[in-house]
């Protein structure tokens, strides 16, 4: 009922908006209550009965329309085929009885009258010339509620019903605020409910009276339902319950228990049943059985081939960077003069090359830290044999990193290179090393740093060198091999935690940074467990740090 008395409300708004439009802006309806009798009046009164036909066409609610003119007593109403006639005749009457004293008449809103035939709602609006108006039966309105027996009923605003003797000695509820209904007893002894709305643009209310029965089977019958199903639900959940017991709860505890001994890599015993409905769940339980078995027959095949593999491939690469380094010491002795104090230098270089070679040949896969730093020491004393005052060298290293687990040459291939391609009879060169322990993300790491005075890495070298190992793999062209196996051996033994950084500092020459994860040494030597399964990229080389050309440093 709320969306007819918003659609009867628009149907009145719009038809007083069409007045006013009508009074102010059309000059058919302005000359025909504001003309005399002469032949434009009689056209402008034609033009007018159109505009009323046409404008009644698109209105469902509105039955009539009229135009009266005070001076000229010109009278233009048009209706629908509904017999609405009487209307047009008594606001005929009415308008030409009032004559210029219009206080007797309601320019406020729509308000109800009741004639002989039907009984109406009509809008008059006053204008300067002459009387606009509309107006709609109400007895036309119960029309899309006739199919049912509640009573429809349109009250004053005191709540006295309009047109009905069965009830004009009632008196309905006026409180449209909460939209509640309320109870109402009838002459017939009936009890109803009333809903009521109000319309907006008049000072009535529509009502509908429903009988309390037409209101209280429909619940009757939906708690009839609810009932039913209420009990067909109850009957069902005690038939499940008596049957999940044997049916499903002791299958569903069995499964249960054997999928946490599988969890626990446990063996899953057979369960002893006499009951063959279970026959599916010891099936399932040796099916786990045999499954756990080979899971670890390949777990163990698994392992063992990629401590071989990867202890393999670190022995590959050792081999490779032990010759290189032992071409280079040998291309020392080989450069001593031979005069006594010649002798004497290479007997010491001998003895220094063979503690040399004792370190770099050993079988051992990790060291720490102190043992590496003590051998770069024992090389760089050797150097200083071969080039006495021209090597000026020093090592800072943190005292709570000295024992971190690291692979042999580490730092030492990064010496050995600064040597070979910088150190010339009577000029300085610098070396500096340095080591710390920091924190990142909440893990611990030790970062080690090579730096000399030489002429430092080109360019093109600092881009090769940077890049991911997996790149340089493909790039490989058999140079520069010392770093690269280093780079190898970083990814085979700490993975994508370990990181390596080539640049060149201004006012020094090459550095190299390398960044392990801190593991503290043990005695068996072992290295720490290997990543090699990853593919992901390693190195990465964004730095802040400047380049600037020098002379190749080639590993």
Same mark, same amino acid.
């Given at each position: 009922?709320d969306?007819?008395?918003?659609?009867?409300?628009?149907?009145? &708004?719009?038809?007083?908006?069409?007045?006013?439009?009508f009074a102010?802006?059309?000059?058919?309806?302005?000359?025909?209550?504001?003309?005399k009798?002469?032949?434009?009046?009689?056209?402008?009164?034609?033009k007018?009965?159109?505009?009323?036909?046409?404008?009644?066409?698109?209105?469902?609610?509105?039955?009539?329309?009229?135009?009266?003119?005070?001076?000229?007593?010109?009278?233009?109403?048009? /209706?629908?085929?509904?017999?609405?006639?009487?209307?047009?005749?008594?606001?005929?009457?009415?308008?030409?009885?009032?004559?210029?004293?219009?206080?007797?008449?309601?320019?406020k809103?729509?308000?109800?009258?009741?004639?002989? @035939?039907?009984?109406?709602?009509?809008r008059?609006?006053?204008?300067l010339?002459?009387?606009?108006?509309?107006?709609? *039966?109400l007895?036309e309105?119960n029309?899309?509620?006739?199919?049912?027996?509640?009573?429809?009923?349109?009250a004053?605003?005191?709540?006295?019903?309009?047109?009905n003797e069965?009830w004009?000695?009632?008196?309905?509820?006026?409180?449209?605020?909460?939209?509640?209904?309320?109870?109402?007893?009838?002459?017939?002894?009936?009890?109803?409910?009333?809903?009521?709305?109000?319309?907006?643009?008049s000072?009535c209310?529509?009502?509908?009276?429903?009988p309390?029965?037409?209101?209280?089977?429909?619940?009757?019958?939906?708690?009839?339902?609810?009932?039913?199903?209420?009990?067909?639900?109850?009957?069902?959940?005690?038939l499940?319950?008596?049957?999940y017991e044997?049916? %499903?709860?002791?299958?569903?505890?069995?499964?249960?228990?054997?999928?946490?001994?599988?969890?626990? &890599?446990?063996?899953v015993?057979?369960?002893?049943?006499?009951?063959? @409905?279970?026959?599916?769940?010891?099936?399932i339980?040796?099916?786990?059985?045999?499954?756990?078995?080979?899971?670890?027959?390949?777990?163990?095949?698994?392992?063992?081939?990629?401590?071989?593999?990867?202890?393999l &491939?670190?022995?590959?690469?050792?081999?490779?960077?032990?010759p290189?380094?032992?071409?280079?010491?040998?291309?020392?002795?080989?450069?001593?003069?031979f005069?006594?104090?010649g002798?004497?230098?290479?007997?010491?270089?001998?003895?220094t090359l063979?503690?040399?070679?004792?370190?770099?040949?050993?079988?051992k896969?990790a060291?720490?830290?102190?043992?590496?730093l003590?051998?770069?020491?024992?090389?760089l004393?050797?150097?200083?044999? @071969?080039?006495p005052?021209?090597l000026?060298?020093?090592?800072?290293?943190?005292?709570?990193?000295?024992?971190?687990?690291?692979?042999?040459?580490?730092?030492?291939?990064?010496?050995?290179?600064?040597?070979?391609?910088?150190?010339?009879?009577?000029?300085?060169? *610098?070396?500096?090393?340095?080591?710390?322990?920091?924190?990142?993300?909440?893990?611990?790491?030790v970062?080690?740093?090579?730096?000399?005075s030489?002429?430092? /890495?080109?360019?093109e070298?600092?881009? /090769?060198l940077? *890049?991911?190992?997996?790149?340089?793999?493909h790039?490989?062209?058999g140079?520069?091999?010392?770093?690269?196996?280093?780079?190898?051996r970083?990814?085979?033994?700490?993975?994508?935690?370990?990181?390596a950084?080539?640049?060149?500092?201004?006012?020094?020459g090459?550095r190299?940074?390398?960044? %392990?994860?801190?593991?503290?040494? *043990?005695?068996?030597?072992?290295?720490?467990?290997?990543?090699?399964?990853t593919?992901?990229p390693?190195?990465?080389?964004?730095s802040?740090?400047p380049?600037?050309?020098?002379?190749?440093?080639?590993?």
């Amino acid at each position: 009922m709320d969306l007819y008395v918003q659609q009867l409300n628009k149907s009145m &708004e719009t038809a007083e908006n069409c007045l006013w439009e009508f009074a102010n802006n059309n000059t058919d309806v302005v000359d025909t209550i504001t003309s005399k009798n002469n032949p434009n009046a009689v056209i402008s009164q034609i033009k007018a009965s159109r505009l009323l036909d046409n404008t009644l066409s698109y209105m469902t609610d509105i039955d009539g329309m009229f135009v009266y003119g005070k001076a000229n007593d010109h009278f233009v109403c048009r /209706y629908k085929n509904g017999g609405s006639n009487d209307c047009s005749s008594y606001m005929k009457k009415l308008l030409r009885q009032s004559g210029e004293d219009a206080s007797a008449l309601n320019f406020k809103s729509w308000y109800y009258i009741e004639l002989e @035939r039907h009984t109406y709602l009509i809008r008059i609006i006053n204008d300067l010339h002459g009387y606009l108006g509309a107006w709609i *039966r109400l007895d036309e309105l119960n029309t899309p509620f006739d199919d049912s027996n509640t009573i429809f009923l349109f009250a004053d605003e005191n709540g006295i019903p309009y047109d009905n003797e069965s009830w004009s000695d009632f008196k309905l509820s006026t409180d449209f605020s909460t939209q509640k209904p309320h109870r109402i007893r009838g002459k017939d002894g009936i009890q109803y409910l009333q809903v009521a709305e109000k319309l907006p643009s008049s000072t009535c209310s529509l009502n509908a009276l429903i009988p309390s029965e037409e209101v209280n089977t429909p619940i009757y019958n939906m708690l009839k339902l609810l009932l039913g199903g209420a009990l067909l639900i109850f009957v069902v959940s005690l038939l499940w319950t008596v049957s999940y017991e044997h049916l %499903i709860s002791k299958p569903l505890d069995l499964i249960r228990k054997m999928a946490s001994q599988v969890k626990e &890599e446990q063996q899953v015993p057979h369960p002893d049943l006499s009951n063959e @409905r279970c026959e599916e769940v010891l099936e399932i339980g040796e099916t786990l059985n045999k499954l756990m078995n080979r899971i670890e027959k390949l777990k163990i095949n698994v392992y063992e081939d990629k401590l071989n593999l990867k202890a393999l &491939e670190i022995q590959y690469l050792k081999s490779q960077v032990a010759p290189h380094s032992l071409i280079n010491c040998l291309s020392a002795i080989a450069s001593m003069p031979f005069t006594e104090e010649g002798r004497r230098l290479t007997n010491e270089f001998v003895r220094t090359l063979s503690n040399h070679l004792r370190y770099t040949l050993q079988d051992k896969t990790a060291v720490p830290l102190k043992e590496e730093l003590k051998y770069v020491e024992n090389f760089l004393e050797m150097t200083e044999l @071969r080039f006495p005052g021209c090597l000026n060298w020093e090592i800072h290293v943190d005292e709570k990193c000295r024992n971190a687990s690291v692979f042999p040459i580490i730092l030492l291939m990064f010496t050995e290179n600064t040597i070979k391609h910088n150190m010339i009879m009577g000029e300085e060169l *610098r070396v500096r090393i340095t080591g710390s322990l920091v924190e990142r993300n909440g893990e611990k790491y030790v970062v080690l740093t090579h730096l000399d005075s030489g002429s430092g /890495y080109f360019e093109e070298d600092l881009e /090769y060198l940077n *890049r991911p190992v997996s790149q340089q793999v493909h790039g490989f062209d058999g140079k520069k091999i010392g770093t690269y196996n280093l780079l190898k051996r970083l990814y085979l033994v700490y993975g994508e935690k370990a990181h390596a950084h080539f640049s060149n500092e201004p006012g020094w020459g090459a550095r190299s940074e390398v960044t %392990i994860p801190y593991i503290p040494y *043990r005695e068996d030597g072992n290295p720490p467990e290997s990543k090699i399964e990853t593919s992901e990229p390693l190195f990465s080389h964004a730095s802040d740090t400047p380049q600037v050309p020098g002379k190749r440093n080639e590993s």
